[in-house]
């Protein structure tokens, strides 16, 4: 059974950071794609940062400069740096490992940038 573990929300101030984690168990080989979304109240759920198997990054427009994507192959981990948060940045972030047939998902962890 495939589980996405996340950790690493919470609260912070403005300008401050975090880093998200996500380990992926159940698993036989690296997901050829891994990333972090998010989903505001009442906003659809938007792709953040994703990241190949060969170490392929992309970014939403927002949050480029500030959120740097980075994954283990060897441990199925993914992680996510945020930097410079803003308060348009809150929301629950997720997990995500794309597999050939399905897509897997994390239960999701609260950010809240707010001073």
């Known amino acids: 059974q495939v589980q996405l573990v996340e950790s690493g929300g919470g609260l912070v101030q403005p300008g401050g950071s975090l880093r998200l984690s996500c380990a992926a168990s159940?698993?036989?080989?690296?997901?050829?794609?891994m990333g972090w979304y998010r989903q505001a109240p009442g906003k659809l759920r938007e792709l953040v940062a994703g990241i190949t198997s060969g170490g392929s990054t992309n970014y939403r427009d927002s949050v480029k400069g500030r959120f740097t994507i980075s994954r283990d192959n060897a441990k199925n981990t993914v992680s996510l740096q945020m930097n410079s948060l803003k308060p348009e940045d809150t929301a629950v972030y997720y997990c995500?490992?794309?597999?050939?047939?399905?897509?897997?998902w994390g239960q999701g962890t609260q950010v809240t940038v707010s001073s």
């Open positions: 995500n490992a794309r597999m050939p047939i399905k897509d897997y």
């Open positions: 159940g698993i036989t080989f690296s997901p050829p794609f």
